[in-house]
Nanobody, 112 residues
Framework: QVQLVESGGGLVQPGGSLRLSCAVSGFAFSRFGMSWYRQAPGKERELVAGISSAGGNTNYADSVKGRFTISRDNAKNTLYLQMNSLKPEDTAMYYC?????WGQGTQVTVSS
């Protein structure tokens, strides 16, 4: 069955970095675009970044442009989100999404 499993979240100080991973199984990962979303407490889930099937095209929410980088390794069926210069407002549960399926999420907390 289709599975998306996120990892890499945690507690980090403002200005710090984290790298999220999303391990995918159950479908032809290399054929589909993928996305990262996040949801903060009391807020709606929002798109953070997206990437095309081959990785050549990416898009970002204005709030993360220049700080976050989405990438993928199709040989490893894995999606990544490199997050730099983290801010307290980046605190949220982060989810990967592909072919209409969500992962379980990984918590990112940015706090001193």
């Amino acid at each position: 069955q289709v599975q998306l499993v996120e990892s890499g979240g945690g507690l980090v100080q403002p200005g710090g970095s984290l790298r999220l991973s999303c391990a995918v199984s159950g479908f032809a990962f290399s054929r589909f675009g993928m996305s990262w979303y996040r949801q903060a407490p009391g807020k709606e889930r929002e798109l953070v970044a997206g990437i095309s099937s081959a990785g050549g095209n990416t898009n970002y929410a204005d709030s993360v442009k220049g700080r976050f980088t989405i990438s993928r390794d199709n040989a490893k069926n894995t999606l990544y989100l490199q997050m730099n210069s983290l801010k307290p407002e980046d605190t949220a549960m982060y989810y990967c999404r592909g072919i209409g399926t969500w992962g379980q999420g990984t918590q990112v907390t940015v706090s001193s």
